[in-house]
Protein backbone atom coordinates (compact mmCIF):
# COMPACT_ATOMS: atom_id res chain seq x y z
CA UNK A 1 0.00 0.00 0.00
CA UNK A 2 1.20 3.31 -1.03
CA UNK A 3 0.76 6.21 1.75
CA UNK A 4 1.98 9.84 2.68
CA UNK A 5 3.80 9.81 6.17
CA UNK A 6 4.42 13.15 7.29
CA UNK A 7 7.38 13.88 9.92
CA UNK A 8 6.63 16.81 11.23
CA UNK A 9 8.91 19.48 13.57
CA UNK A 10 8.43 22.24 15.22
CA UNK A 11 11.08 25.46 14.47
CA UNK A 12 13.15 27.37 17.83
CA UNK A 13 10.51 25.26 20.15
CA UNK A 14 13.66 26.04 22.48
CA UNK A 15 12.57 29.85 22.62
CA UNK A 16 8.92 29.15 22.14
CA UNK A 17 5.90 27.50 23.74
CA UNK A 18 5.61 23.54 22.73
CA UNK A 19 2.75 23.92 20.26
CA UNK A 20 2.52 19.77 19.04
CA UNK A 21 -0.62 19.02 20.92
CA UNK A 22 -2.54 21.89 19.94
CA UNK A 23 -1.57 21.29 16.05
CA UNK A 24 -2.00 17.58 16.64
CA UNK A 25 -5.60 18.10 17.69
CA UNK A 26 -6.43 20.94 14.99
CA UNK A 27 -5.48 18.22 12.15
CA UNK A 28 -7.33 15.52 14.25
CA UNK A 29 -10.00 15.71 12.02
CA UNK A 30 -8.76 15.45 8.79
CA UNK A 31 -8.76 11.78 7.00
CA UNK A 32 -6.22 9.89 8.29
CA UNK A 33 -4.57 6.03 8.02
CA UNK A 34 -3.14 6.75 11.60
CA UNK A 35 -3.19 9.54 13.73
CA UNK A 36 -0.61 12.34 14.60
CA UNK A 37 1.51 11.25 17.32
CA UNK A 38 4.84 13.25 19.02
CA UNK A 39 7.46 10.93 18.13
CA UNK A 40 10.50 12.48 20.10
CA UNK A 41 10.46 16.37 21.65
CA UNK A 42 8.95 18.74 19.07
CA UNK A 43 8.36 16.42 16.46
CA UNK A 44 5.33 14.63 15.12
CA UNK A 45 4.13 12.41 12.43
CA UNK A 46 0.80 10.77 10.63
CA UNK A 47 -0.25 8.19 7.74
CA UNK A 48 -2.27 9.68 4.99
CA UNK A 49 -3.68 7.25 2.48
CA UNK A 50 -6.83 9.57 0.89
CA UNK A 51 -5.69 12.01 -1.46
CA UNK A 52 -7.67 15.20 -0.09
CA UNK A 53 -6.36 14.86 3.21
CA UNK A 54 -2.68 16.17 2.92
CA UNK A 55 -3.36 19.67 1.35
CA UNK A 56 -5.78 20.03 4.47
CA UNK A 57 -3.06 18.94 6.66
CA UNK A 58 -0.15 20.80 5.13
CA UNK A 59 -2.16 24.29 4.58
CA UNK A 60 -2.44 24.47 8.38
CA UNK A 61 0.93 23.91 9.03
CA UNK A 62 1.72 26.53 6.59
CA UNK A 63 -0.75 28.58 8.02
CA UNK A 64 1.13 28.37 11.57
CA UNK A 65 4.53 28.82 9.86
CA UNK A 66 6.57 26.98 12.48
CA UNK A 67 7.24 23.79 11.31
CA UNK A 68 9.74 21.89 9.01
CA UNK A 69 7.50 19.44 6.78
CA UNK A 70 8.53 16.11 5.52
CA UNK A 71 6.34 14.38 3.14
CA UNK A 72 7.28 10.89 2.23
CA UNK A 73 5.78 9.01 -0.32
CA UNK A 74 6.26 5.20 -0.76
CA UNK A 75 5.35 1.45 0.47
CA UNK A 76 4.97 0.93 4.29
CA UNK A 77 5.44 -2.59 5.98
CA UNK A 78 1.99 -4.73 6.47
CA UNK A 79 0.26 -4.80 8.78
CA UNK A 80 0.59 -1.29 9.58
CA UNK A 81 0.93 -0.91 13.59
CA UNK A 82 -2.18 1.06 15.25
CA UNK A 83 0.40 3.08 16.89
CA UNK A 84 2.08 5.53 14.31
CA UNK A 85 5.21 5.87 15.10
CA UNK A 86 5.87 2.19 15.22
CA UNK A 87 5.30 1.96 11.82
CA UNK A 88 7.99 1.48 9.13
CA UNK A 89 9.02 0.72 5.26
CA UNK A 90 9.70 3.48 2.84
CA UNK A 91 7.19 6.00 3.16
CA UNK A 92 8.65 5.98 6.67
CA UNK A 93 12.25 6.61 5.73
CA UNK A 94 11.39 9.23 3.08
CA UNK A 95 9.75 11.17 5.16
CA UNK A 96 12.80 11.25 7.73
CA UNK A 97 14.77 12.09 5.07
CA UNK A 98 12.77 14.82 3.34
CA UNK A 99 12.11 15.87 7.29
CA UNK A 100 15.99 17.00 7.79
CA UNK A 101 16.11 18.59 4.24
CA UNK A 102 13.00 20.86 5.06
CA UNK A 103 15.01 22.75 7.73
CA UNK A 104 17.06 24.61 4.90
CA UNK A 105 14.58 24.37 1.77
CA UNK A 106 12.34 26.85 0.69
CA UNK A 107 8.96 27.17 2.71
CA UNK A 108 10.65 24.29 5.06
CA UNK A 109 8.99 21.78 3.29
CA UNK A 110 10.27 18.95 1.41
CA UNK A 111 8.48 16.36 -0.45
CA UNK A 112 10.38 12.84 -1.00
CA UNK A 113 9.89 9.54 -2.83
CA UNK A 114 10.93 6.98 -5.77
CA UNK A 115 8.50 8.43 -7.76
CA UNK A 116 9.27 10.82 -10.25
CA UNK A 117 5.76 12.73 -9.60
CA UNK A 118 6.75 13.75 -6.36
CA UNK A 119 9.13 16.49 -7.83
CA UNK A 120 5.59 18.02 -9.08
CA UNK A 121 4.20 17.81 -6.14
CA UNK A 122 6.85 19.74 -3.87
CA UNK A 123 6.75 22.15 -6.89
CA UNK A 124 2.68 22.84 -6.67
CA UNK A 125 3.29 22.53 -2.71
CA UNK A 126 5.71 25.50 -2.24
CA UNK A 127 4.13 27.63 -4.94
CA UNK A 128 0.80 27.04 -2.88
CA UNK A 129 2.92 28.00 -0.04
CA UNK A 130 3.96 31.31 -1.40
CA UNK A 131 0.13 31.86 -2.28
CA UNK A 132 -0.41 31.52 1.33
CA UNK A 133 2.24 33.55 2.75
CA UNK A 134 1.08 36.76 1.84
CA UNK A 135 -2.11 36.38 3.56
CA UNK A 136 -3.33 38.64 6.79
CA UNK A 137 -5.18 37.51 9.39
CA UNK A 138 -8.44 39.41 7.65
CA UNK A 139 -7.63 37.40 4.37
CA UNK A 140 -7.76 34.61 6.71
CA UNK A 141 -11.12 35.20 8.18
CA UNK A 142 -12.60 35.53 4.31
CA UNK A 143 -10.91 32.37 3.09
CA UNK A 144 -12.57 30.33 6.28
CA UNK A 145 -15.56 31.57 5.78
CA UNK A 146 -15.83 30.73 1.60
CA UNK A 147 -14.20 27.42 2.94
CA UNK A 148 -17.54 27.03 4.47
CA UNK A 149 -19.62 27.66 1.02
CA UNK A 150 -20.87 30.99 2.45
CA UNK A 151 -20.90 33.24 -0.69
CA UNK A 152 -18.74 36.64 -1.22
CA UNK A 153 -22.40 38.70 -0.05
CA UNK A 154 -22.77 36.16 2.88
CA UNK A 155 -19.20 36.78 4.57
CA UNK A 156 -19.80 40.50 4.08
CA UNK A 157 -22.83 40.10 6.17
CA UNK A 158 -21.04 37.64 9.08
CA UNK A 159 -18.13 40.06 8.61
CA UNK A 160 -19.86 43.45 8.77
CA UNK A 161 -18.22 44.55 5.43
CA UNK A 162 -19.34 45.25 2.54
CA UNK A 163 -19.43 42.47 -0.44
CA UNK A 164 -16.66 44.57 -2.26
CA UNK A 165 -14.43 44.71 0.44
CA UNK A 166 -14.68 40.88 1.06
CA UNK A 167 -14.23 40.66 -2.56
CA UNK A 168 -10.43 42.71 -2.18
CA UNK A 169 -9.64 40.95 0.17
CA UNK A 170 -10.75 37.45 -1.19
CA UNK A 171 -8.46 38.84 -4.00
CA UNK A 172 -5.23 40.15 -1.84
CA UNK A 173 -5.31 36.78 -0.16
CA UNK A 174 -5.32 34.94 -3.52
CA UNK A 175 -7.91 32.54 -2.40
CA UNK A 176 -8.82 31.80 -6.13
CA UNK A 177 -5.03 30.58 -6.77
CA UNK A 178 -5.36 28.83 -3.16
CA UNK A 179 -8.54 26.42 -4.51
CA UNK A 180 -6.83 25.77 -7.70
CA UNK A 181 -3.89 25.04 -5.70
CA UNK A 182 -5.51 22.60 -3.46
CA UNK A 183 -7.59 20.65 -6.31
CA UNK A 184 -4.11 20.57 -7.76
CA UNK A 185 -2.05 19.05 -4.86
CA UNK A 186 -5.20 16.66 -3.92
CA UNK A 187 -4.72 15.57 -8.10
CA UNK A 188 -0.84 14.78 -7.72
CA UNK A 189 -1.23 13.33 -4.45
CA UNK A 190 -4.06 10.74 -6.01
CA UNK A 191 -1.70 9.74 -8.83
CA UNK A 192 1.38 9.05 -6.62
CA UNK A 193 -1.22 7.11 -4.25
CA UNK A 194 -2.77 5.23 -7.03
CA UNK A 195 -6.27 6.24 -6.13
CA UNK A 196 -8.69 8.50 -8.03
CA UNK A 197 -10.27 11.92 -6.85
CA UNK A 198 -13.89 13.46 -6.72
CA UNK A 199 -15.22 16.89 -6.91
CA UNK A 200 -16.03 16.01 -3.43
CA UNK A 201 -12.35 15.64 -2.70
CA UNK A 202 -11.74 19.05 -3.96
CA UNK A 203 -13.78 21.38 -2.14
Do not use: C
Not at 7 to 33: F, H, N
Not at 40 to 50: I, N, P
Amino acid sequence: MTVAVLTVDQRSSRSGPDLVPATIEAVAGADLLRPFERTAGDEFQGVLAEPAALPRVVERLLREDAWNIGIGIGAVDEPLPDSTRAGSGAAYLHARVAGTAAKNSPWHLRVGGDDPGVRALETTLWLWAAVLSRRTERGWEVADLVDQDLSYEETGRRLGISQSAVSQRAQAAGIVEGRRARELVTELTASLLGRTTTAEDED
